[in-house]
């Protein structure tokens, strides 16, 4: 199972061309199925439909939330399918097997003022902070992903149109960047980041104090950062900005297509979480326009 494992990774990562940590949640999900049929002495060519469930079963025992089970299903189910499409196994297990019904949570948001106090808190006197404002204003700019935003090149910021080119797999998109969002990136471009790298063949747009790459971790450590700084008591991560961006758009009158568009939505039904907090503004348009409000 191990050496199909290995071959199915090889062919999600040439074939279908997705990004490692997509790669990485598949391989985290099958390797983890691999342990359990092992423990349990099933053959993997052989694993049937109540094996599944079975296994989806003791996911649930061991306390893994719907969407973790969901994701594990998904993971089994293309995984079943590669060996399928290579006729290791006849047919897939997973054919006739529901995932478990996900509650869709409500987004954790900022109100505006709170995204105001966060992103006043990064000081440009040093390159630290020249790059913290860049990257916080940058982040609630674009509602880009984490991911997204640490995988940026220099190349990628059209500073003369003002947009930016986000890549993810084989699809891309162009996402405008607003005025202070803009002014905050040329100030770290020009005033800190050449001081940052070590070497200037690197291309990485945001880069740690190492003059490396920022990671996952790092974005992370300086959002958490600045929350405390501005006392803020809600949980904060770049997600939340993500979702500030999204929300604030839509209450602001922004058509919910074009959100779907800049967020990078396959389906416009991710996008219309964002639809629940738009009558809070609405009733603030109605309330301060109406003539009997």
């Given at each position: 199972m191990n050496e199909q494992i290995k071959l199915f990774l090889k062919f999600l990562q040439n074939d279908k061309k997705l990004s490692d940590n997509t790669l990485q949640s598949y391989k985290r999900d099958i390797t983890q199925f691999?342990?359990?049929?092992?423990?349990?002495?099933?053959?993997?060519?052989?694993?049937?439909?109540?094996?599944?469930?079975?296994?989806l079963e003791y996911l649930q025992n061991i306390g893994k939330k719907s969407s973790t089970v969901s994701r594990n299903l998904a993971s089994i189910r293309s995984f079943y399918q590669y060996l399928v499409r290579t006729k290791k196994v006849l047919?897939?297990?997973?054919?006739?097997?529901?995932?478990?019904?996900?509650?869709?949570?409500?987004?954790?948001?900022?109100?505006?003022?709170?995204?105001?106090?966060?992103?006043?808190?990064?000081?440009?006197?040093?390159?630290?902070?020249?790059?913290?404002?860049?990257?916080?204003?940058?982040?609630?700019?674009?509602?880009?992903?984490?991911?997204?935003?640490?995988?940026l090149n220099l190349e990628d910021v059209n500073f003369e149109e003002a947009y930016v080119i986000c890549k993810t797999g084989t699809k891309q998109r162009n996402i405008?960047?607003?005025?202070?969002?803009?002014?905050?990136?040329?100030?770290?471009?020009?005033?800190?980041?050449?001081?940052?790298?070590?070497?200037?063949?690197?291309?990485?747009?945001?880069?740690?104090i190492n003059g490396k790459r920022l990671t996952r971790q790092g974005f992370w450590k300086i959002v958490k950062y600045y929350k405390e700084q501005a006392h803020i008591t809600k949980e904060i991560t770049p997600h939340v900005l993500r979702h500030s961006f999204a929300t604030h758009l839509l209450q602001n009158g922004a058509d919910l297509k074009a959100i779907q568009t800049m967020l990078g939505h396959s389906d416009i039904s991710s996008t219309q979480v964002y639809m629940q907090f738009q009558d809070e503004g609405l009733k603030n348009v109605y309330k301060n326009t109406h003539p009997r409000a």
């Open positions: 691999e342990k359990y049929v092992e423990e349990n002495q099933i053959n993997y060519t052989k694993v049937d439909e109540k094996n599944i469930k079975e296994y047919q897939d297990p997973t054919n006739n097997i529901q995932a478990p019904k996900i509650e869709k949570r409500v987004p954790s948001i900022l109100t505006a003022k709170e995204v105001e106090l966060l992103l006043d808190q990064p000081q440009d006197v040093d390159l630290k902070g020249i790059r913290d404002k860049a990257m916080l204003e940058f982040a609630y700019a674009t509602g880009m992903r984490v991911t997204e935003i640490i995988s405008p960047l607003g005025t202070m969002s803009l002014k905050a990136l040329k100030g770290y471009v020009e005033e800190a980041r050449p001081y940052l790298i070590k070497d200037d063949s690197v291309k990485s747009l945001f880069v740690n």
